[in-house]
Nanobody, 122 residues
């Protein structure tokens, strides 16, 4: 599975962005998809996750109520809608796929995209 993240950019605080993650190759309903983010000099942190087949979603407390993860199986796409953005959301965002289920732990994921940069100005 190869992943391509896109949609990052520069936005003012309070604005919105939608990140996209395109998966190429065969995908399975057992897969889980996660979004993580990383600020330079800090560890990568969990943002959101959902099963590839849909269902329950998981969010970090810092983004709950502002971000929404969703998927389109037919297009092999996963999205992260980010609303009410804050300067502290500034980071490089990565999508990742786990072959069996979802997790909030980055080491549990098997495939990673290259990252897309989000900058939120105050």
């Amino acid at each position: 599975v190869q992943l391509q993240a896109s949609g990052g950019g520069l936005v003012q605080a309070g604005g919105s962005l939608r990140l996209s993650c395109a998966a190429s190759g065969r995908t399975f309903s057992s897969y889980g998809v996660g979004w993580f983010r990383q600020v330079a000099g800090k560890e990568r942190e969990f943002v959101a996750a959902v099963a590839w087949s849909g269902g329950r979603t998981y969010y970090a407390d810092s983004v709950k109520g502002r971000f929404t993860i969703s998927g389109d199986n037919a297009k092999n796409m996963v999205y992260l809608q980010m609303n009410s953005l804050k300067p502290e959301d500034t980071a490089v965002y990565y999508c990742a796929v786990r072959r069996f289920g979802t997790s909030t732990i980055q080491s549990m994921y098997d495939y990673w995209g290259q990252g897309t940069e989000v900058t939120v100005s105050s």
